[in-house]
């Protein structure tokens, strides 16, 4: 590209024309606006000359020369102007030629890629040098001149320090390219240039003087166009092949002067400033310490699954469980006499305390391996992250970070944000090296060193990891926990606890019962045959005493014209005890012993411990048994059977009367405090030789055989439109071929049904009076649990007002309607059986088919007549007894089809009683509302 415009003349003045007296030209025309003009100091100059040369000529010696031509005075003219401008002009030129020529140059090693490895080594060596200056710096720390050095480009850019040294080669160079002898070539091009202007008087001088001006301008730029580009391009082949030899040929040029020493002076003042205590102590906290101490703790087997675990990490873990369970027992032993709860039990009841506390440490120990293992994982971690390091470098990542914020800005949020973020930031770099580090320190012990192939776990950190477990065991005092809840335990069986409470609700008060029955009838054939399968339970207090029954059977059926007859067989459990926790003790106790009689494996599954007290899983379940029995069994009286029951029933509708009868035989195994004394050699509950349960399990199988027998008839009849209720009851016991019991009761109750009609004598004495008496009964009994202290007080103060509730919807006339409501909700035919009809009463015609509830909410007042003979296991009279009892029954059944459901709830309102004992001795008793009199 050209340097100068060949576009831009010389500007010459207007010359003044001269006298006329003195011109020998011709007269000039008048110049247009547009004509090029001489200046005044040319015009004069042109003047002078012309004048001096017509005076010489006048008086120049004895011959007189000869006067000019016009065209020699014009041609004087233009040398005239010529001279003059010719040490001018060139000059310009040549000023020109070296300033555009440097900057072309300076241009060309400024941005050229040619010439990008030499800014770069200027660049690198300015940095360097402000470097230099930082580091001369006496009180900034080095995290300070870091920061600072950070900058020490952005600060060589900002001072211009590289373009300036380009620019100082670029002109040093032209300069020494373009020496001041080159200004002749543009003075002689300018000189030919200006001669080439022909004198012609009768063009007006101005004009002529501006074109031989330009002309001589054009001659002249040319040249210096000439010199500029051979110039130019041996300077830059000149650059780049420096540039090729050594692209730090100007190195040594670059001066930065004191550039940074003030700028890491203002580092080291602001230092304090950029980042508070706080942050870093979170940062550290939250983002590296918190990590990878939860990382190592993973890795260490805490809060995960074993599903989750590799296989070696379960090995360790279960190594350290081991331990953990190896010392809880231990410590359990040790404070068996010594702890306050167990130093003054039987050796039994030690036994028995220690193996549950084990069973529960051996759970409870693994929240000791957790701390274990979670104080180990804290070991490691600050092991990996030593704090003080770690925060100094978590702190100057914050300066560093906030103090390219600060430079430009005021402290505030913006300055904090960024002390935050570069905190952070670092953290995040840490967290990555220094998680790995711990990491594979929890290796080296669970699996081994990954850094080290083939290596083994570390058995010396293994050892002393489990020995760290022991010792938190031991001060957790997972043993005196363990002690502490074993004996505070409301049950031996937790599993059925709920359930005696549950017996505590059904039957709060002495004479209370209550009973459950489900029937589920499938009928098989069209002509009314069916398939039975029963479920029934029932429980009823006396003075210390609650009796639970239930059982479970299978059978089948016929069923037409309103008769109905079934047999069935199945499972049946009675257990007696002092209170509900003992009856499900009891219950839990025989199902034991039957279970062992079929399957030792089974038995040692559901009533062992798994082998979790480091005992054998049957001495385990026989140490339980022979606390069941120490604590159930030493009361004469209770006892539990188990075994088969069978039973046959039949009713029947004749219209004038409804009629039931049963019959029914149970073959069952008794364990009671005789049983145990004759079947158990090495002998029972607190006596149990502890060094033979495995002999004990295998003799101790089956109780004694129990055959009882049981009889009962019912009738219905209508007697004034009113129901009465007719029943008898007879069962007997043989126990080792010898009757132990005899009873015989005979009963009548006067019912009352919603939705059914009734006398007022009868609503009065079932629906009002008896309800009443019921719930003063409740009343009464909750009064005398409370003066006890009876400790099953919550249930059966619960049982007590629920049952007082039912006995108050009989009273309130508004029940009335809803009762019948509900009664009708469910309705089905009733057909009468024609021919035992005609056996009652000669009619043989046939009976129509009603439609009758099959929802029924009664209440009736019961009366009954009981006689009840005992006799000893050596067939001696143990005494007899006659009671007279007055009962309030409630009842709801629901008969839906196939499926029948009764619920009922008795409480005995009234008792007298006479009472011969053994000895022939005669007393007489009764009770009134749970409370006895006489």
Do not use: C
């Amino acid at each position: 590209m050209p340097f100068f415009s060949r576009s831009s003349n010389p500007t010459v003045a207007k010359p003044k024309p001269a006298p006329p007296a003195q011109s020998t030209a011709p007269a000039q025309p008048q110049q247009s606006p547009q004509s090029p003009v001489v200046n005044p100091g040319q015009l004069l100059q042109l003047q002078q000359t012309a004048g001096n040369q017509s005076t010489s000529a006048q008086v120049g010696g004895a011959a007189t020369a000869p006067q000019k031509s016009p065209k020699d005075v014009r041609k004087d003219e233009l040398k005239a102007d010529r001279d003059a401008q010719v040490t001018v002009k060139p000059q310009q030129l040549f000023d020109g030629l070296i300033q555009q020529t440097s900057q072309h140059i300076h241009t060309f090693l400024n941005s050229d890629k040619q010439t990008a490895s030499l800014r770069a080594s200027l660049q690198a060596k300015a940095k360097t040098a402000v470097e230099a200056n930082i580091d001369q710096n006496g009180v900034a720390e080095a995290h300070e001149k870091a920061d600072e050095k950070l900058y020490a480009a952005e600060h060589v850019a900002a001072k211009g320090i590289v373009s300036d040294t380009l620019k100082k080669y670029a002109s040093d160079t032209v300069v020494s390219k373009l020496p001041s002898s080159q200004k002749s070539l543009l003075a002689n091009k300018f000189i030919e240039g200006y001669n080439k202007t022909e004198a012609r008087p009768e063009v007006p001088l101005a004009k002529q003087v501006l074109a031989a001006n330009a002309q001589a301008t054009r001659e002249a730029t040319a040249e210096a166009e000439r010199l500029s580009n051979v110039s130019l391009a041996q300077i830059k082949k000149d650059a780049v092949d420096k540039v090729k030899q050594s692209a730090a040929f100007l190195d040594s040029s670059v001066n930065v002067g004191d550039l940074g020493k003030a700028e890491v002076e203002n580092r080291h003042q602001m230092d304090s400033t950029l980042v508070q205590p706080a942050v870093i102590n979170t940062v550290y906290t939250n983002k590296l310490y918190e990590p990878i101490k939860e990382a190592v703790v993973m890795k260490l087997g805490v809060g995960r699954g074993a599903w989750r675990r590799s296989k070696e990490l379960n090995a360790f873990r279960q190594k350290m469980k081991d331990a953990a369970r190896e010392q809880s027992r231990t410590d359990i032993d040790n404070q068996l006499d010594t702890n306050a709860l167990t130093s003054g039990k039987t050796q039994l009841d030690k036994k028995f305390t220690g193996m549950m506390a084990k069973k529960e440490s051996h759970a409870t120990s693994k929240g000791s391996v957790d701390a274990a293992m979670t104080t180990e994982a804290v070991n490691i971690t600050k092991r990996v992250l030593p704090e003080g390091d770690i925060k100094k470098l978590l702190k100057e990542a914050a300066q560093t970070s906030a103090y390219g914020v600060a430079r430009t800005n005021a402290p505030g949020v913006k300055v904090n944000e960024a002390a935050l973020v570069g905190a952070e930031k670092k953290a995040i770099e840490l967290l990555k090296s220094k998680q790995t580090e711990a990491v594979n320190a929890v290796r080296s012990i669970t699996k081994g060193d990954k850094k080290v192939p083939g290596s083994k776990p570390d058995a010396a950190q293994l050892a002393a990891l489990a020995e760290k477990t022991k010792e938190q065991v031991t001060a957790d005092d997972i043993a005196g926990k363990a002690i502490k809840k074993t004996v505070e335990a409301p049950t031996l069986n937790k599993g059925l606890f709920v359930i005696g409470k549950v017996l505590d609700l059904a039957a709060p008060n002495i004479g209370d019962s209550s009973s459950f029955s489900f029937d589920l009838k499938i009928p098989v054939h069209a002509s009314g045959v069916y398939v039975l399968f029963g479920l029934a339970g029932s429980v009823g207090r006396e003075d210390k005493e609650l009796t639970m029954a239930a059982e479970i059977t299978f059978g089948a059926g016929f069923q037409s014209f309103g008769f109905d007859a079934n047999f069935r067989a199945g499972f049946f459990l009675e257990s007696i005890g002092t209170d509900s926790a003992g009856v499900m003790n009891l219950t839990s106790y025989g199902m034991y012993r039957q279970i062992r009689n079929i399957s030792d494996r089974a038995a040692d599954y559901l009533w062992g411990m798994g082998g979790k007290s480091g005992m054998a899983e049957v001495e385990e379940a026989e140490i339980w048994a022979a606390m069941i029995e120490e604590k159930e069994l030493q009361k004469a009286g209770n006892h539990v059977d188990i075994g088969l029951t069978f039973k046959g029933e039949a009713e029947a509708n004749a219209g004038v009367a409804e009629m039931g009868a049963a019959l029914g035989y149970k073959f069952l195994g008794r364990f009671d405090k005789e049983a145990l004394e004759k079947q158990s050699p090495n002998g029972f509950g607190g006596a149990t030789d502890l060094t033979k349960l495995k002999e004990k399990a295998a003799t101790l199988r089956r109780g004694m055989n129990v055959h009882v027998m049981e009889a009962s008839a019912e009738a219905k009849v209508k007697l004034g439109g009113n129901d009465i209720a007719f029943g008898l009851e007879a069962a007997g016991s043989v126990i080792n071929n010898n009757l132990r019991s005899l009873e015989i009761t005979a009963s009548g109750s006067i019912p009352f049904q919603f939705g059914e009609d009734a006398g007022e004598w009868v609503k009065i004495a079932s629906k009002v009076a008896t309800p009443v008496a019921g719930s003063a009964k409740n009343l009464v009994g909750l009064i005398t649990s409370k003066v006890k202290k009876d400790k099953d007080l919550v249930a059966k103060g619960a049982g007590s007002a629920l049952d007082t509730g039912t006995d108050l919807l009989f009273v309130v006339p508004q029940f009335e309607a809803a009762g019948k409501s509900l009664a009708s909700k469910i309705q089905g035919d009733e057909t009468v059986n024609d021919t035992i009809r005609g056996w009652l009463t000669g009619d043989s015609s046939a009976s129509a088919i009603e439609q009758g509830n099959k929802i029924a909410l009664a209440s009736s007042l019961d009366l009954s007549i009981g006689f009840s003979k005992k006799w000893d296991k050596d067939n001696k009279s143990k005494g007899w007894e006659i009671a007279l009892e007055v009962t309030q029954t409630k009842s709801f059944e629901v008969e839906a089809g196939i499926v029948n459901v009764a619920v009922e709830k008795s409480k005995r309102l009234g008792k007298l009683q006479y009472e011969q004992d053994a000895s022939g001795s005669g007393s007489i008793s009764g009770e009134l509302a749970g409370h006895e009199i006489g």
